[in-house]
C-alpha cells in the first residue's frame, strides 16, 4: 500500500501476534505501533524479528520521569515486597489515594457514595506521585503525559515521554 507505519489498537487476543509477523513479513520497514495491552515481554518474545520496527503508546512512565513523590513509592514497594512494581502499580495507589481524599474530604458524609464522588470531582490541583492534576467534569485528570516504548534487542524499554506541545 505504500504505508510506512500500522497502527493496532486491539489486545493480544485479537490476532496480533500473526498480523505483527505477517506485516513485518510483507514489508520489513514498516513501523508498528500498539496500545500499551501489548507491550508485555510475553508479547514482544512472540512477535520476533517484527520487534524490532515495533513501539508502544502506554499511560506509565518511566520511574525517573515522575516526581520526588513517586520514588518513595517505588522505593517503599520495593522494599515491602521484594520486587519492582509493575507499570499500572502506581495507578492503584494514587487512585486509593485520591479514593481516601474524597471520603476524608466528605466529613460525616464518607459513607454516602453521592457525597465521595461529589467530592472526587472537586479534587483540584492534587499533588500525587503522578504528578499535580485535578479532575475534569468527565472525570479524568488533567495529567497529559505518555510514555513511548520500544523494542530493544528483544526487550521492552522506555523511549521517551510523550506530551502535547503547547
Not at 512512565?61 to 515491602?80: E, G, I, M, T, V
Not at 521484594?82 to 464518607?110: H, R
Not at 499535580?132 to 472525570?139: C, L, P, V
Request: proline letters at 5%; charged letters at 25%; hydrophobic letters at 40%.
Amino acid at each position: 500500500s505504500g504505508a510506512d507505519c500500522m497502527f493496532f489498537g486491539g489486545s493480544a487476543g485479537d490476532n496480533a501476534v500473526q498480523l505483527w509477523r505477517d506485516v513485518h513479513k510483507a514489508n520489513p520497514d514498516v513501523k508498528l505501533f500498539g496500545p500499551a495491552k501489548l507491550a508485555t515481554p510475553g508479547f514482544v518474545s512472540a512477535i520476533g524479528a517484527a520487534g524490532d520496527q515495533t513501539f508502544f503508546t502506554t499511560p506509565a512512565l518511566a520511574p525517573d520521569k515522575y516526581p520526588a513523590s513517586a520514588q518513595k513509592f517505588f522505593a517503599d514497594y520495593r522494599k515491602a515486597y521484594g520486587e519492582e512494581p509493575g507499570p499500572d502499580a502506581i495507578f492503584g495507589y494514587e487512585a486509593m489515594a485520591a479514593t481516601l481524599q474524597s471520603i476524608k474530604n466528605a466529613g460525616a458524609k464518607g459513607n454516602d457514595r453521592s457525597a465521595v464522588v461529589d467530592e472526587f470531582f472537586k479534587l483540584s490541583d492534587r499533588e500525587s506521585v503522578l504528578g499535580t492534576y485535578s479532575i475534569d467534569r468527565r472525570g479524568d485528570t488533567t495529567l497529559n503525559q505518555y510514555g513511548g516504548m520500544r523494542v530493544e534487542n528483544g526487550k521492552l524499554v522506555f523511549d521517551r515521554v510523550i506530551a502535547p506541545s503547547s
